[in-house]
């Protein structure tokens, strides 16, 4: 792959967990098995709810506390699982997240960066916790600018902040709907962040990595 201007990174389930979706690391953090549609309905319920009501400064930690209390309700669960949960949850997200600051400040020598995400309302304040901010010039949070991945409006926002083209800019996200179909409307190059085995991407041709650090080894 032709080396980019310009790299943008989904946030939840990419740079924070290398390839696995919020909605699945807490089904495995409950002790859910396999697919489940009535957790699956429980955890959107859940997120759904937080989506443009929490405070802008509200801390990483806060904000999956609010989810997993959120989750334990409508899964009718006892209150007192909510707390392990989201420990488990900010546990291993911070050492991801971390890992990932290293690579983003690697990678920020060389490109301009950003990160474009359906969130909350506070993904600014969630990246400067992780010391993510310093690495990138632009931080587009859904429920600020009002757009959701994929509509293109929102990678706009991004794009137009860092001065650069779709062509010249490649997204890196764990999303084939939103991130992958996203990019792909715009003729935006863009790269499968998954753990699953076998795991392929919108288009033939795109790479599937199973951890950002990955990309160090392509842009070498």
């Not at 709810?49 to 989810?67: K, M, Q």
Request: overall charge negative.
């Amino acid at each position: 792959m032709k080396a980019p201007r310009a790299i943008l990174f989904d946030f939840g389930g990419t740079l924070d967990a290398d390839g696995v979706t919020w909605k699945d690391r807490f089904r495995s953090i409950a002790g859910v098995g396999g697919p489940s549609e009535r957790f699956d309905r429980a955890y959107y319920a859940a997120d759904d709810a937080l989506v443009g009501t929490i405070p802008r400064d509200l801390s990483f930690r806060e904000t999956v506390d609010r989810l997993s209390r959120n989750l334990v309700r409508e899964l009718g669960w006892e209150e007192n699982r909510a707390e392990p949960m989201a420990e488990a949850f900010f546990q291993s997200s911070r050492s991801s997240a971390e890992a990932s600051r290293e690579i983003l400040g690697k990678l920020s020598r060389r490109f301009r960066l950003g990160v474009v995400s359906n969130f909350y309302g506070n993904l600014e304040r969630v990246c400067d916790d992780f010391g993510i901010s310093r690495h990138v010039g632009v931080m587009v949070d859904s429920a600020v600018v009002g757009f959701d991945k994929p509509d293109p409006r929102i990678f706009w926002a991004a794009l137009d902040a860092l001065a650069v083209a779709p062509e010249q800019t490649v997204f890196v996200g764990d999303s084939l709907p939103r991130d992958m179909e996203g990019a792909r409307g715009l003729g935006m190059a863009h790269v499968y962040v998954s753990t699953a085995e076998g795991a392929a991407s919108c288009c033939p041709a795109d790479p599937v990595i199973r951890g950002v650090s990955r990309l160090l080894e392509m842009y070498a």
